[in-house]
């Protein structure tokens, strides 16, 4: 069973109060759910550590000073579509978003790589992954924050890599200041091996954080054939 995408869902605000994001479908038990995070601080290398019940955090960009990118997951069970994101002590914005799989191995990932922010470009950074095995989900989440005028959403084209884009949405303070946003792109992976690094062209024209995951197919177990029967032979009129 490949991996596919059951359902996403984003939004944004600022201050220290929890977001709450709902998904377009249901998790079903089994579903490998992430949520990436990106937190905006006007502080330098000041960032809350965002969390969410019944998630462990998978991994968060190194080395961030400005705009800082966190994946929280876990395996479904009994979770629904809503999903409440807390721990935002002193945020000037913040942007999440919730990606649900079906398809998916039976543990959270652990092949993951991240990159620190950049500074300011509309050339953002995706680091390179070695993926273990064939037809993983190659999936890429560039976030990024500042305090410049964000604008309209869609600020994401040009995905490298055979990657298509999913999500990409920000959140603003208001007047133009202390955004806070992330695209978020997958490709389905045929072989193991080196994914090169790539990068992704942003109009918004600050600094830039990544994290890329390998998320594993399931295993489908086989039964095993029944064992062969020896055909009947007949002798003399009785069965052997």
Same mark, same amino acid.
């Given at each position: 069973?490949?991996?596919?995408?059951?359902?996403?869902?984003?939004?944004?605000?600022?201050?220290?109060? =929890?977001? $709450?994001? &709902?998904?377009? /479908? %249901?998790?079903?038990?089994?579903?490998? *759910?992430?949520?990436?995070? +990106?937190?905006?601080?006007?502080?330098?290398?000041?960032?809350?550590?965002?969390?969410?019940?019944?998630?462990?955090?998978?991994?968060?960009?190194?080395?961030?000073?400005?705009?800082?990118?966190?994946?929280?997951?876990?395996?479904?069970?009994?979770?629904?579509?809503?999903?409440?994101?807390?721990?935002?002590?002193?945020?000037?914005?913040?942007?999440?978003?919730?990606?649900?799989?079906?398809?998916?191995?039976?543990?959270?990932?652990? =092949?993951? $790589?991240? &990159?620190?922010? /950049? %500074?300011?470009?509309?050339?953002?950074? *995706?680091?390179?992954?070695? +993926?273990?095995?064939?037809?993983?989900?190659?999936?890429?989440?560039?976030?990024?924050?500042?305090?410049?005028?964000?604008?309209?959403?869609?600020?994401?084209?040009?995905?490298?890599?055979?990657?298509?884009?999913?999500?990409?949405?920000?959140?603003?303070?208001?007047?133009?200041?202390?955004?806070?946003?992330?695209?978020?792109?997958?490709?389905?992976?045929?072989?193991?091996?080196?994914?090169?690094?790539?990068?992704?062209?942003?109009?918004?024209?600050?600094?830039?954080?990544?994290?890329?995951?390998?998320?594993?197919?399931?295993?489908?177990?086989?039964?095993?054939?029944?064992?062969?029967?020896?055909?009947?032979?007949?002798?003399?009129?009785?069965?052997?």
């Amino acid at each position: 069973m490949a991996v596919a995408i059951r359902g996403s869902g984003s939004g944004g605000s600022t201050g220290t109060g =929890n977001l $709450v994001l &709902t998904s377009s /479908a %249901s998790a079903v038990d089994g579903d490998l *759910i992430l949520i990436f995070v +990106n937190i905006n601080n006007s502080g330098s290398g000041s960032h809350p550590t965002p969390a969410c019940t019944g998630f462990s955090s998978l991994g968060t960009s190194t080395a961030s000073v400005w705009s800082r990118e966190t994946c929280l997951g876990r395996i479904a069970s009994g979770n629904g579509s809503s999903y409440t994101i807390s721990g935002f002590t002193g945020a000037d914005s913040k942007y999440a978003s919730v990606v649900i799989l079906s398809g998916a191995a039976a543990s959270v990932p652990t =092949n993951i $790589v991240t &990159t620190p922010d /950049a %500074s300011s470009n509309t050339t953002h950074s *995706i680091p390179a992954i070695t +993926n273990a095995a064939a037809n993983s989900l190659d999936v890429v989440c560039v976030g990024y924050g500042g305090n410049n005028d964000y604008g309209a959403p869609g600020a994401f084209a040009s995905w490298g890599s055979s990657l298509t884009e999913l999500i990409d949405g920000g959140a603003d303070s208001g007047g133009g200041f202390y955004y806070s946003g992330h695209g978020i792109a997958t490709a389905l992976r045929a072989s193991s091996g080196s994914q090169a690094a790539t990068s992704v062209t942003s109009d918004a024209a600050d600094v830039s954080s990544a994290i890329r995951i390998e998320v594993l197919e399931a295993v489908v177990a086989t039964k095993p054939l029944p064992p062969r029967r020896r055909p009947y032979r007949f002798f003399g009129g009785h069965v052997r």
